[in-house]
């Protein structure tokens, strides 16, 4: 029997097609096995596929879990807000809550702009990693790290944005390191502060726009440049826009969002 799955391909903080970051957004009545969520993702082949389910609990309105082509994994900014943009405009209303298993209450918000989604800020502490930055093809004037519940996000800091526009990589060693995320960051030519991401271990080498990379950078550059509300641009092929917003312990991300594709996925079982 073959199962129908609605499914909508988006490009978050995007204002047109083929800009920003990639994600597939699917709606289910009700969980399938972990390792077929992960094919599905792999089948997708996009940074990360959100899958929806009706929340039973009251927490929120749906339950959200997010896969990339080789694993699922705990926090996901830019398929939040593509997920929050199909169920906005397919059901309406002006926010929409996600309750996920290891990342609390996410939120996303209608805004004049288009959308923004509310993510547990994380914070980060000086600390060497010299490996990691042996294989960015650059140098980095300081590294920083997260720790607890949220480990796993490393920010390399530059002086300027061509030399994190000039990064090339080693990817094969820095996913030797495992699925952690290398941050690598500037002061802005055109936006308050430029990044690129790479994420090797979990399948994606260079990311578009990362949700997720933000909610470290954002309370780094609020310290640094003094306020907490400040522009990015991460500078991958696609290239996208963020309006990034320090809100206590929650880092609040905004952008339009585009739908290129709606259709069904056939889940032959």
Known sequence: MT???????????ADAPF?????AVMVLDEWLPDDVLVKIGSENMFAETAFVVPDKTGE????????????EIALCGHATLAAGHILLTRDGGDHI?????????????????????????????????????????GNPIAT??????QIGYNIFLF?????????????KSLARLGTDQFDCTAPGNNT????????PGAGVDEDSVTGSAHAALTPFWA??????????????????????????????LGGPCVTVVEGQFYLAG
């Open 3 to 13: 199962q129908t799955i609605p499914y909508w391909h988006v490009d978050a903080f």
């Open 19 to 23: 800009g920003g970051n990639q994600a």
């Open 60 to 71: 929120a309105d749906w339950e959200l879990r997010w896969c990339t082509p080789t694993y």
């Open 97 to 137: 809550r996600f309750r996920t298993r290891k990342s609390g209450i996410l939120e996303v918000r209608k805004t004049p702009e288009g959308y923004e989604v509310g993510l547990p800020a994380i914070p980060t502490q000086p600390q060497d990693h010299d490996e990691a930055a042996g294989y960015l093809g």
């Open 144 to 149: 920083y790290r997260s720790g607890g519940e």
């Open 159 to 171: 002086e300027t944005e061509e030399e994190v526009r000039a990064l090339s990589p080693d990817l």
């Open 192 to 199: 308050d502060i430029v990044s690129r991401i790479f994420v």
């Open 223 to 252: 310290d640094r440049l003094g306020r907490n509300q400040f522009t990015a641009h991460q500078a991958s092929d696609r290239g996208g826009n963020l309006v990034c917003r320090l809100d206590g312990d929650r880092v609040w």
